[in-house]
C-alpha cells in the first residue's frame, strides 16, 4: 500500500491554465506538507498543514492555494500558471504533534508549464 | 536563517568501498537532522532520523551521527554497494511544524 500518494504523477499545460494536485496519506499522521523542488533539485517547503489548519505558508504566491479537507488529504492548486512554475512538487507527511517528526514523502508530481 | 551544505556535491565510488557523506548546518538550534535517499524521477525515501539529542543513527549499513554544536551531520556508508547509487539528502527539522531545510544533495555513484 503507498504510503503518501499523489496525483498526477505528470502534468503538462500551458501558462495561464488553472491545474490542481492531489495527495492522499494513509499513514494516520497529523500534519502534511507541500514541498517544491525546482530544476537545480533544491526542495524547499511551501505549506504545512496540521489537522486541517495552515501552519506554513512560505512566502509563496498567493496564486498557491493548498486545502486540507481532512487530515488525509492535501491538495495544491495552482492559477494562472507561469513557466517559473516548472517544478517537480512533492507532498509529505508526519506524524509528531507540533515538531518535525520523520517526514514519509509521496513519488512527487512533475508539473510542466509551456 | 538555516542553511544546509553538502560535501562533496558528487562521489564516485568503486564496490565495496566505505564512505563518508558529510552535512553542515548553519543554526544549531535544530529538533533533528534526517537523512534522504532520491533515485532518479522518484520520491524521497527517508533512511535516518536522529533527534537532536541523540548522537548516532544505525540502519543496517548505513550510519548517521550528529554534532549539534559544530552544525555537522555525516552518513557512513559501509561496503557500498551499486544498488546504493542515488542522490543522499540531508535536512535539518527547525522549531517550525515539518519546516525542513534541505541541502543540495550528493550525488552518488557505485560502480561494480
Known amino acids: 500500500d503507498t504510503a503518501v500518494s499523489q496525483t498526477p504523477k505528470y502534468l503538462v499545460t500551458q501558462m495561464g491554465n488553472d491545474k490542481s494536485i492531489k495527495c492522499e496519506q494513509n499513514?494516520?499522521?497529523?500534519?502534511m506538507y507541500w514541498y517544491k523542488q525546482d530544476s537545480k533539485k533544491f526542495l524547499k517547503i511551501m505549506f504545512s498543514?496540521?489537522?486541517?489548519?495552515?501552519?506554513i505558508n512560505e512566502t509563496v504566491p498567493n496564486r498557491f492555494s493548498p486545502k486540507s479537507p481532512d487530515k488525509a488529504h492535501l491538495n495544491l492548486h495552482i492559477n494562472s500558471l507561469e513557466l517559473g512554475d516548472s517544478a517537480v512538487y512533492f507532498c509529505?507527511?508526519?506524524?509528531?504533534?507540533?515538531?518535525?517528526?520523520?517526514?514519509?514523502f509521496g513519488e512527487g508530481s512533475r508539473l510542466t508549464v509551456l | 536563517k538555516q542553511e544546509v551544505t553538502q560535501i562533496p556535491a558528487a562521489l564516485s565510488v568503486p564496490e565495496g568501498e566505505n564512505l563518508v557523506l558529510n552535512c553542515s548546518f548553519t543554526?544549531?538550534?535544530?529538533?533533528?537532522l534526517q537523512w534522504f535517499r532520491q533515485d532518479p524521477g522518484k520520491g524521497l525515501t527517508s533512511l535516518l532520523l536522529?533527534?537532536?539529542?541523540?548522537r548516532e543513527q544505525t540502519s543496517g549499513r548505513l550510519n548517521a551521527s550528529l554534532d549539534k554544536s559544530s552544525g555537522r551531520s555525516t552518513l557512513y556508508i559501509a561496503a557500498s554497494q551499486p544498488g546504493d547509487s542515488a542522490t543522499y539528502l540531508c535536512?535539518?527539522?527547525?522549531?517550525?511544524?515539518?519546516?525542513?531545510?534541505f541541502g543540495q544533495g550528493t550525488i552518488l555513484t557505485v560502480h561494480p
Open positions: 509529505a507527511s508526519s506524524q509528531a504533534g507540533g515538531r518535525p517528526g520523520e517526514l514519509f
Open positions: 499513514l494516520g499522521h497529523d500534519t
Open positions: 498543514y496540521n489537522n486541517k489548519e495552515l501552519i
Open positions: 543554526d544549531s538550534a535544530i529538533y533533528n
Open positions: 536522529i533527534q537532536s539529542s541523540q
Open positions: 535536512a535539518a527539522g527547525g522549531t517550525s511544524y515539518g519546516k525542513l531545510t
